[in-house]
Nanobody, 121 residues
């Protein structure tokens, strides 16, 4: 069964850090582009970051550039999102998703259930 499971979220103070993990089961992440998305209450879902399968190219939303880093560990079949200097506006439900195309520019075929990140003092 194909499954993506996010973990690592929680409550953190502004300026703090968290690392989200996206672990895959039932398929090998190597061949997929993996994206991170988030949705805050009352707002539309937005793309946060993506890493392609071909050359490992990475992409970031302007709002997180310089603060977030996406990486993949193929041996662990896991993709990470390191989030530093967190702001209250980063509070959201974070999802990871996998694209069979291997490209960050297309649609996503598999989605995780989401992991809550709350940034608050």
């Amino acid at each position: 069964q194909v499954q993506l499971v996010e973990s690592g979220g929680g409550l953190v103070q502004p300026g703090g850090s968290l690392r989200l993990s996206c672990a895959a089961s039932g398929f090998t992440l190597d061949y997929f582009a993996i994206g991170w998305f988030r949705q805050a209450p009352g707002k539309e879902r937005e793309g946060v970051s993506c890493i392609s399968s071909s050359d490992g190219s990475t992409y970031y939303a302007d709002s997180v550039k310089g603060r977030f880093t996406i990486s993949r560990d193929n041996a662990k079949n896991t993709v990470y999102l390191q989030m530093n200097v967190l702001k209250t506006e980063d509070t959201a439900l974070y999802y990871c998703a996998a694209a069979t195309s291997g490209s960050c520019g297309g649609g996503y075929n598999y989605w995780g259930q989401g992991n809550q990140v709350t940034v608050s003092s």
